[in-house]
T-cell receptor, first 115, second 110 residues
Framework: ETGVTQTPRHLVMGMTNKKSLKCEQH?????MYWYKQSAKKPLELMFVYSLEERVENNSVPSRFSPECPNSSHLFLHLHTLQPEDSALYLC??????????????FGPGTRLTVL | QKEVEQNSGPLSVPEGAIASLNCTYSDRGSQSFFWYRQYSGKSPELIMSIYSNGDKEDGRFTAQLNKASQYVSLLIRDSQPSDSATYLCAVNKDGNKLVFGAGTILRVKS
């Protein structure tokens, strides 16, 4: 595997389900990110982890819970979601968090549908 | 005022023409700027980054930055149908935070 991978690629869940999204980066990077992309809206930053420590939590509802067990893996745990949470969830990673020239690379995304 | 603004388009250009995509940003302290390409149903793919005023060229792509005017643009020369996508402008404000525009849809017609 190379780059940033995400599983599953598609997920359909009911509002009472609990599921998790997984992201893995194979780039030796030190920061990982979760973004949400809804139709017709800009990418919204949700969470940032730098060296496994959460450094940004962008006013995300508590029904989204991130976990970063090491610098290569990032999870987004989902519970009691709402239909408006349906979106493309993108994971990204970067090498030098905090640097003004740091560049983020994205995974393929998980298309989430909440019924 | 949005932090990063782009014309949503669609911008239609004939094959072989130059496509010009524009982006303005509100935070004068922004230090680095990125253009991503996103095909329908896919994730954003980095095309170019630019940090200093002026032009930066990479193949058919040229990024232009004017910090005084808070303006960044992307020129695509010899546009191809495969360039048809949404182009996202992103601005790095303080190291960890990348703020994206809503994107401009580009359509290259053969």
């Amino acid at each position: 595997e190379t780059g940033v991978t995400q599983t599953p690629r598609h997920l359909v869940m009911g509002m009472t389900n609990k599921k998790s999204l997984k992201c893995e980066q194979h780039l030796g990077h030190n920061a990982m990110y979760w973004y949400k992309q809804s139709a017709k809206k800009p990418l919204e930053l949700m969470f940032v982890y730098s060296l496994e420590e959460r450094v940004e939590n962008n006013s995300v509802p508590s029904r989204f819970s991130p976990e970063c067990p090491n610098s290569s893996h990032l999870f987004l745990h989902l519970h009691t979601l709402q239909p408006e949470d349906s979106a493309l969830y993108l994971c990204a990673s970067s090498l030098v968090p905090g640097s003004s020239t740091d560049t983020q690379y994205f995974g393929p995304g998980t298309r989430l549908t909440v019924l | 005022q949005k932090e990063v603004e782009q014309n949503s388009g669609p911008l239609s250009v004939p094959e072989g023409a130059i496509a010009s995509l524009n982006c303005t940003y509100s935070d004068r302290g922004s230090q680095s700027f990125f253009w991503y390409r996103q095909y329908s149903g896919k994730s954003p793919e980095l095309i170019m980054s630019i940090y200093s005023n002026g032009d930066k060229e990479d193949g058919r792509f040229t990024a232009q930055l004017n910090k005084a005017s808070q303006y960044v643009s992307l020129l695509i020369r010899d546009s191809q149908p495969s360039d048809s996508a949404t182009y996202l402008c992103a601005v790095n404000k303080d190291g960890n935070k990348l703020v994206f525009g809503a994107g401009t849809i580009l359509r290259v017609k053969s």
